[in-house]
């Protein structure tokens, strides 16, 4: 069991299970510039989609363009997406000022794949549209934390991809790995399969509210 004041959540694999849709929309462009699909889907989880189209885009192409067009994609296409086990329980029974998401997905694409799972959205978010640098750097966790009110180190984040694990390390706050991404559990982390054996107990204090988490 570990306590905190806040507590942080990524979306895709964290909260929502977008995986259907992520392969079909790369699937495609890497098909289209015959690249390999799955060193793209190894690599461009949890990161802003204009990052990897940056990295794998062939020379000479529009990034900026190829962005726009990938995240209209995304945004209309939400068959199969579904909440991880346990996400509407965990975060129904928090209270709103103590909790926020951290997503690498714009703010309209946030919206309908929350949606689309039956999840409400967070009275606080930060999306791709609110930081300058998207993970692994820490500045995303970093602005939700503050936020909050919340200290970098009473606040514990949800993470399944990589680069958001990183991010969250990089900020200095103790990490939940949702599922199997490939890293090291280091002090301060912990793995869990998913979010379905979460239970929180809220309580009030005079001084500050804490968040006691255990499974």
Avoid at 94 to 99: F, I, K, R, S, V
Avoid at 102 to 109: E, Q
Avoid at 162 to 185: F, K, Q, S
């Amino acid at each position: 069991m570990f306590t905190c004041q806040a507590v942080l959540f990524d979306m895709d694999g964290t909260l929502v299970d977008s995986t259907a849709v992520v392969e079909e929309v790369w699937g495609e462009f890497a098909a289209r510039y015959g690249l390999d699909i799955d060193e793209i889907l190894r690599t461009s989880h949890g990161v802003p989609a204009g990052d990897t189209v940056r990295r794998f885009a062939p020379p000479g192409a529009d990034v900026v363009s190829l962005t726009q067009e990938l995240g209209r994609m995304e945004r209309s296409r939400t068959n199969g997406i579904i909440q991880i086990p346990g996400a509407r329980e965990l975060i129904g029974g928090l209270p709103a000022e103590a909790y926020a998401m951290v997503t690498s997905a714009d703010r309209i694409l946030a919206e309908a794949r929350m949606s689309a799972a039956g999840l409400t959205m967070p009275s606080t978010v930060i999306t791709s549209d609110d930081v300058l640098r998207g993970k692994p750097d820490p500045e995303g966790y970093l602005r939700a934390a503050a936020l909050l009110g919340a200290e970098p180190a009473d606040t514990v984040v949800f993470e399944d991809a990589p680069a958001g694990i990183a991010a969250a390390r990089a900020a200095g706050m103790r990490t939940v790995v949702v599922g199997h991404a490939d890293v090291e559990l280091e002090e301060g982390m912990w793995r869990i399969p998913d979010l379905s054996a979460v239970r929180v107990l809220f309580t009030a204090a005079a001084d500050a509210d804490t968040l006691s988490f255990h499974w």
